[in-house]
């Protein structure tokens, strides 16, 4: 089947949980309101459902090539991303004067959530293109800027992130990549870096390395790590290419999943040492890389939505379909489709329920980071980026894990049939695990929120959230109303594990982290789906505001009832989650390393 983007959801994530109009009202935001923002995300979805979308079974089957120390991309990709490039894509969210269009990240999120659906190892590239604008729109001079910004912008140059080495892996303070300083004032870099997403490729004119290493009598562990700019092609004044640097791709890695991404093993300085050149000052290459991380982080989480959505849509087109076996109700006297038979019906609700919570709940961020850009109340903009950065982890952590349970129960739903490659299913199903992965492990994000998120601030942000959810249940009303008192019912006894698990971290936090972190996954897990579970509430009561006036009854009752799934089948798992976090550490930690 051919992916069709999920339109109508996406837009009432846009007008009622990011909500777009408000945004509309902010200064740099006046153009995009509602109808404009529709009229982005038709054009999106036509691009990827038309030239982006054909070429993901290809090149998984194909993927990129390397020869000569150069990168051949897939067959179409350098065809498409001209197409992209062209259209404006690139830029979407980047300021106008460097050529971008300064969209909302609310709109541009869903444009990436597309792009992500359609082919994933195409999307990589403008994902960590993005990254490097972030990181020098906020550390980069402004020769910097006006260097690279605009071509980055347009895609004409694409942008790499390059962190990890063979003994440095989540722990950068490992690094070993050395930069000295060179007599023009700037500095030679020499060292390797591995898992380096399109560190070499044919699509774009130039590739702008962005890069960790230490200067020369730099201090030990992460407190020594500056950041740099090293372009594959040197720059001239006029704009136009130079001389070839001291870069290159030595091997392209062979994955489980997202093949045709190049993913480069880069080398640098065995010819004399690559040009490079700082950004900001040195020592703080780290603080700048989060920059470019969170973005990333971010766009990760967005990338579980992508492949849940696609996993979702071809099982349902496949259950639709596939004709096995008698109703058990015997309604039907010889066999009929499978999405008739109730384990299927449960699976699929399970994989639309998870999919559209995750979608909300990258919408709720966006809208959060949007306000603390844009928003004229400091205070808000405040509040708001509080929000967005507690917000994070759970994008990033749960929408990547709940892609790897929506794909595999994609393939279930196929059977046999998902168990063989031609049939699709199991590109996603490989292609999701990578997302836990890359960006920091859940794990690490688990520990971001609990630690810095969490205990940091001795859970003041968390008691927030907690009012905001009590807030929702006050409101979730009349009694007589079956789906909202199921929601409120579930949502009430989920935030009472939320608020338990808080008050065990906070009190145990000092005495015994071992305890604490034991638990840190089923935290962001429990976390993560009473927040979901909250968006959910909300958005059934606007559906049922809409039926009353008579709007598109079918969609916002499909919205009502998937809601109502998730309370009842999925939100219950808080119980044993804050059951893991508050009594499970015993347990975790009880055989020693010799007993493994």
């Known amino acids: ?33 509602l109808e404009t923002a529709q009229m982005v995300l038709e054009e999106c ?21 390397f020869e000569a120390q150069a990168v051949k991309t897939s067959d179409g990709f350098k ?29 541009g999120a869903l444009c990436a959530e597309m792009l992500n659906s359609a082919n994933m190892s195409f999307a990589l590239c403008p994902l960590l293109t993005d990254g490097a604008i972030e990181a020098l729109l906020t550390a980069g001079s402004t020769e910097q800027k006006q260097t690279y910004l605009h071509r980055l912008v347009s895609g004409e140059w694409s942008g790499t992130m390059n962190l990890t080495e063979p003994q440095a892996g989540s722990d950068l303070s490992l690094i070993r990549t050395r930069a000295e300083p060179s007599e023009d004032g700037q500095y030679k870099i020499f060292g390797t870096k591995v898992f380096i997403t399109f560190g070499e490729h044919d699509m774009a004119q130039n590739i702008v390395h962005m890069v960790l290493a230490r200067v020369s009598g ?24 130079g001389e070839r640097n001291d870069v290159y791709c030595v091997s392209l890695e062979h994955k489980l999943g997202i093949k ?84 299927v019906k449960r699976m699929l609700m399970t994989m639309r329920a998870y999919t559209q919570g995750s979608r909300s709940l990258a919408a709720f961020a966006a809208g959060a980071f949007d306000r603390a850009h844009h928003h004229p109340d400091p205070l808000v903009r405040t509040a708001q980026l509080e929000l967005y950065e507690f917000l994070v982890p759970l994008v990033k952590g749960f929408s990547t894990e ?49 630690g810095r998120k969490t205990l940091r601030d001795g859970g003041a942000f968390a008691a927030r959230l907690s009012s905001m959810i009590e807030q929702t249940l006050l409101d979730l009303a009349p009694e007589t109303d079956e789906d909202l008192q199921v929601m409120k019912v579930q949502l009430g006894k989920s935030k009472a594990h939320f608020d338990q698990s808080i008050a065990f971290i906070l009190s145990h936090g000092q005495a015994e982290p071992n305890a604490v972190y034991a638990g840190s996954v089923p935290y962001l897990m429990l976390t993560s789906t009473v927040v ?56 975790v930690n009880a055989l020693s390393l010799e007993d493994f």
Not at 81 to 103: D, R
Not at 565 to 579: D, I, R, W
């Open 1 to 33: 089947m051919s992916f069709k983007a999920p339109l109508k959801d996406m837009l009432f994530n846009l007008q009622h949980i990011s909500q777009i109009e408000e945004l509309s009202q902010m200064e740099g935001f006046e153009d995009y309101g």
């Open 45 to 65: 979805a036509r691009f990827n459902e038309t030239v982006i979308a054909p070429l993901n079974a290809s090149a998984d089957k194909a993927p990129a090539v």
């Open 79 to 107: 065809e498409a991303y001209l197409q992209y490039t062209q259209g404006g894509w690139q830029g979407l969210q980047h300021p106008l004067e460097f050529g971008g269009q300064n969209l909302p990240k609310s709109v």
């Open 218 to 241: 730099a201090p030990e562990g992460v407190k020594g790590i500056s950041l740099f700019v090293v372009p594959k092609f040197m720059p001239l004044a006029n704009g136009e290419l």
């Open 260 to 343: 045709a991404s190049p993913t480069a093993v880069m080398q640098f300085g065995d010819h004399g040492g690559a040009k490079a050149f700082l950004v900001g000052e040195e020592n703080r290459g780290l603080e700048y890389m989060f920059i470019m991380m969170n973005a990333a982080r971010f766009g990760v989480g967005i990338q579980g939505v992508a492949l849940a959505e696609r996993a979702y849509q071809k099982a349902v087109s496949y259950a639709l379909d596939r004709v096995q076996s008698r109703p058990v109700d015997g309604s039907k006297k010889s066999a009929v489709a499978i999405a008739h038979h109730p384990d």
């Open 402 to 450: 709940m892609s790897q349970w929506v794909s595999s129960m994609g393939v279930q739903v196929h059977g046999g049939m998902g168990f063989i490659e031609e049939t699709g299913a199991a590109q996603f199903y490989r292609d999701a695990k990578i997302l836990t992965i890359y960006e920091g492990t859940t794990a690490i994000q688990a520990n971001d929120l609990l």
């Open 532 to 587: 979901v579970a909250w968006l959910f509430a909300r958005s059934m009561m606007v559906s049922k505001a809409q039926i009353e006036r008579h709007q598109d009854e079918p969609f916002y009752r499909a919205k009502i009832k998937t809601a109502r799934f998730f309370a009842e089948h999925l939100l219950t798992q808080t119980h044993a989650l804050v059951h893991s976090i508050v009594s499970g550490a015993q347990s």
